[in-house]
């Protein structure tokens, strides 16, 4: 136990990188170094001109950032040898309300808040250090909430930051050189860590006071394929979005309801805010469950077969060409397949039945259709609970079983714990999520709350 006593009240403290020392903010816009082996003060000096230092935030290269009331936020290089002097090497006086070095000490990310409007939103900037010549903004993100948290990936490729909405965001501000690599074009870079479709509903509902709480309940939203995609299915029309790019991918409208509006009081296992969609591989057919209807387009020609009542399927899966989908029905827990000649849908084989929880299907190369089943954690460490089976539909008879494969990937357990194939736990959720995709190509999980909330993160390798 280490006990430093000072003459002034602290307001703020932060460790230095070796955790060796420790930087001490007070009220009175004082910074004090202590040493923490001799217990003896290295640096004093006075930046808040009488103003509380709100943060403190020390960089392994001994350069401090601190925000100090009414000053705004400044940056020093603070040298511990005798006779050198702190040196003030950036001033802002932009309210920087959450501050972070990336692990080597070279950038600097800050959030702050913006009021347009009368609109309080939120902003992360990050800026590059240079002893010489000060800082330098090398790239900026804007999100509709003011920023709560921030922080680096250990390895500084990555920043991710939270906002009041309770959306946590993924960016790449950083090439593997330093320098500026911001994704999409230079009129997106605004828009770069902004949830896909949310521009468009902010501006529909921008005269509604609680917008977050009428975005969540607006659409219905599907993660397609390992997650790559994300589809948002309103009462009329269509959003389909590269999760990774933030560009949209497809956008249709029909003239018939693709969901029913319900306006009773329905509990929650009556009323599923998330059914199924599935995109074809070459784009030409989207196909969507939302609640009672079953609703294909063709995405050439922009036609709709609608059916309702009948395919009540839980998930979905198209062929690559888009000649067949496979569903999973919600009634009687059997995989049925549909063949599309042009755009009318017909069954074109017996159904097969059952007896564990289905994760997701898929058509292979041969249009076979594979199942991953639903783990759970102790079937992990047995292998003779298979994960994937194949149903060679056009060949078996309907009392047949899917055939098991001897192969294992990555998964979501129970909503909140991630394993990878090796059975090993690499991370665990707080809450539980209703949707995910792991793409093993690009190691990004993406997931979806119950409630429409995307979160993404990515694995690192070693």
Same mark, same amino acid.
């Given at each position: ?61 001994? @350069? ?9 936020? &400044? ?82 490729? $990555?920043?991710? %930051?939270?906002?009041? #909405?309770?959306? +946590? ?5 950083? #090439? ?15 828009? +770069? ?27 219905? $939203? ?22 990774? &790019? ?15 509006? @319900? ?5 929650? &296992?009556?009323?599923? $805010? ?35 009542? $009948? ?38 084989? #017996? ?6 929880? @289905? ?25 003779? @609970?298979?994960?994937?089976? +194949? ?26 714990? %991630? ?38 993160? %990515?694995?690192?390798?070693?």
């Amino acid at each position: 136990m280490c006990s430093l006593n000072g003459p002034r009240s602290v307001s703020s403290f932060c460790w230095s990188v070796d955790g060796k020392s420790v930087a001490v903010g007070c009220r009175d816009g004082h910074v004090t170094l202590w040493d923490l082996n001799s217990k003896e003060v290295k640096k004093e000096f006075d930046i808040g001109h009488g103003n509380r230092i709100i943060n403190l935030v020390w960089s392994g290269d001994g @350069v401090i950032a601190t925000y100090a009331a009414k000053k705004g936020m &400044s940056i020093w290089d603070v040298p511990f040898r005798e006779g050198k002097v702190p040196r003030e090497i950036f001033q802002s006086q932009n309210v920087w309300w959450h501050m972070k070095w990336s692990p080597d000490g070279r950038y600097l990310a800050v959030a702050t808040t913006d009021t347009h409007r009368r609109r309080i939103s939120g902003k992360v900037t990050v800026l590059e250090m240079h002893k010489a010549s000060g800082a330098q903004e090398v790239s900026v993100f804007n999100c509709w909430k003011p920023i709560v948290c921030l922080n680096w990936s250990h390895n500084g490729k $990555r920043l991710v %930051f939270g906002d009041m #909405s309770r959306i +946590v965001w993924m960016a790449q501000p950083l #090439s593997a050189d330093g320098k500026q690599a911001i994704q999409g074009t230079e009129e997106e870079k605004q828009d +770069v860590v902004r949830l896909p479709g949310q521009e468009e509903r902010q501006k529909t509902n921008e005269d509604i006071e609680d917008i977050e709480a009428i975005k969540r309940y607006e659409c219905d $939203r599907h993660l397609l394929g390992d997650g790559e995609l994300l589809a948002d299915v309103f009462s009329d029309r269509v959003s389909v979005w590269n999760i990774q &790019s933030r560009e949209p991918v497809l956008s249709l409208r029909s003239e018939t309801e693709l969901r029913r509006v @319900v306006t009773e009081e329905l509990s929650k &296992s009556q009323l599923s $805010r998330h059914g199924n969609a599935a995109l074809s591989k070459d784009g030409s057919k989207f196909a969507a469950r939302t609640r009672r209807i079953l609703s294909v387009c063709n995405t050439h020609e922009k036609e709709w077969w609608h059916s309702e009542d $009948r395919y009540l399927f839980k998930t979905l899966s198209l062929s690559d060409d888009g000649r067949f989908l496979c569903g999973l029905s919600n009634s009687t827990f059997s995989i049925e397949v549909l063949e599309f000649d042009g755009l009318e849908g017909e069954d074109v084989a #017996s159904s097969l039945p059952l007896r564990r929880e @289905v994760h997701k299907l898929c058509f292979d190369k041969q249009n076979d259709v594979l199942i991953e089943y639903v783990m759970r954690e102790s079937d992990l460490a047995d292998d003779s @609970v298979e994960q994937f089976s +194949v149903w060679r539909w056009r060949s078996q008879s309907a009392d047949e079983l899917a055939l098991p494969l001897n192969k294992r990937r990555a998964c979501l357990v129970g909503g909140r714990k %991630f394993f990878d194939e090796k059975g090993r736990c690499l991370a665990t959720f707080e809450e539980e999520f209703e949707q995910w995709g792991f793409s093993e190509e690009s190691g990004a999980l993406t997931m979806l709350t119950d409630d429409g909330r995307l979160v993404r993160c %990515f694995l690192e390798t070693t």
